[in-house]
């Protein structure tokens, strides 16, 4: 399979871009390096990608910024940043590629934890995750040509901890190779509208 | 207690108001109708709304637009609709509300099945309830002051099946009398961080 990781210079794609190559022809976009640049909150960079990369079997995305602050001072703006990006980012790699994609192919997307489990400064990315989740499952349902699509959700990394830890004390972490196996199940199985929770 | 009904005028908003009306003051919200008018997608017209009200200890929220649409064809600009009416602008009813509402306050705010349970023609729709369910799971964490957030996740509505049952075929509806217990408990009970699906 030809495949593109979106998102694959990053934490969770750098461990799925080495799972994956293992068996396939792996194309890497990311917003600055990669093979092929991409901003996902651009519908015509999308575009543009996918012309440049030609025929493809798989997107997987891993990528996507929310805003983390407390809820009393969160504002529609600040809501708008997950929007945009992390859920609207990846819902647009759906739709530009759901015309391009082969027969039977996938789309993989990342949620996370946070959709059922939050912290404190999470609101934005619980609402993104869950949004997430529930796009997947609903839009697997209408997709044809075999075309499938899940979704990711996974704990805080472990390669991430450095950065993120502190928000997520008392939460098992899960090595980047482990989170990377659910991507593999999703692009090489043939389940869709599954949202897979690898939350310890 | 002094209720403020968002979306008091419509299908399920008019059954909570009659839910709540037996023990409560309530004040319904409407974008050209009720006691005070508010468009949700203004934060500005909300902030309004809540110095219009004054004093007040739940804010019931019913009310939402998203657009529904095949996959294919659905654009970015089509989920925008979802995200800034039905999510953001139930988000920004809490965000504006948060400061002003009494001590022990409650918001609940409307989701629906289709976050697990999709239609054709519904992802926007599943989306935004996802999104909104985990909101106000996240949110509730956050809260200060006792104050308390639940998301009513009802299916479809007995009485909008003129309007909707054509998408909602094989769903069991629940009369809009059904649904409004839930608010009641979300606003009269002590739960919080809950989705109360009103699925059957």
Known sequence: MRIIVVGGTGTIGKAVVSELAKRHTVIVAGFTHGDVQV???DIQSIENMYQSVGQ??????????????????????????????????QVNLVTA??????????????SGILSADPI??????SM???????????AAIEMTRQIRINAVS?????????????????FESVPAARAALAYSKSVEGAQTGQVYQIWR
């Open 97 to 110: 590629g759901l015309a391009r994609i082969q027969d039977g192919g996938s789309f993989t997307l990342t």
């Open 128 to 138: 993104v995750n869950g949004a997430i989740d529930s796009f997947c499952k609903a």
């Open 120 to 125: 404190r400064y999470g609101a934005s990315a």
């Open 39 to 41: 901003n996902i909150r």
């Open 154 to 170: 996974p704990t805080v990394i472990t390669e991430s901890l450095e950065d993120y830890g502190d928000y997520f004390h008392g």
């Open 56 to 89: 493809f079997d798989a997107v997987v995305s891993t990528v996507g910024k929310v805003h983390f602050g407390s809820l009393a001072d969160m504002t529609a703006e600040n809501y708008f940043v997950g929007l945009q990006d992390k859920l609207m980012g």
